[in-house]
């Protein structure tokens, strides 16, 4: 699955478990400005992938004359939460349990992903002032499979060779 793929299955897993609406759940864009503080927001964001880079793996088929190249790795992915008022506490709750629900666990079956909390939600209410609004992150690890097919030419084929002498 593509970066982007996996952030909108993350989205989805928590949006249905939460019932939240669509606009409630926010694949990070640096132009993304939340609109009020009087509902929340999830905001998924990617962090980059891990050191852990399980398999890299190149076939080349020679039928149609195509290279697929797949690699398995730990990707780093971060879900924020963004509400005002204490009812957070009970939002990351939630997150927590949608990350590990019956649906959750089909759906990471049926995408060949897995999906892991990197230890505890941090509070960083503070970076937003003094102001009413809390934020929370849940730092999560996907392991994720990722593919990549193009055509390639042959490595055998040589050109015919041609004997040449001097007249």
Avoid at 25 to 52: A, C, E, F, H
Avoid at 80 to 97: A, C, N, P, R, W
Wanted: aromatic letters at 8%; one cysteine or more; a negative charge.
């Amino acid at each position: 699955m593509t970066i982007k793929a996996v952030m909108i299955l993350l989205g989805d897993i928590i949006q249905k478990y939460m019932s939240l609406e669509d606009d409630q759940i926010v694949l990070y864009s640096s132009d993304w400005k939340m609109p009020n503080y009087d509902r929340m927001y999830i905001i998924i964001s990617y962090s980059g992938t891990s050191q852990n880079v399980l398999n890299l793996k190149s076939e080349f088929n020679s039928s149609d004359t195509t290279e697929t190249m797949s690699m398995a790795a730990h990707e780093r992915f971060t879900i924020d939460i963004m509400q005002s008022g204490d009812e957070i506490l009970e939002t990351v709750q939630k997150i927590f349990f949608a990350l590990k629900c019956q649906n959750s666990i089909s759906l990471q079956e049926m995408n060949n992903i897995s999906i892991w909390r990197e230890g505890k939600a941090i509070d960083l209410t503070a970076i937003e002032g003094a102001g009413a609004l809390r934020r929370y992150q849940i730092p999560v690890i996907i392991s994720n499979v990722q593919s990549n097919k193009s055509a390639v030419d042959y490595f055998d084929k040589f050109a015919q060779p041609q004997t040449q002498t001097e007249d």
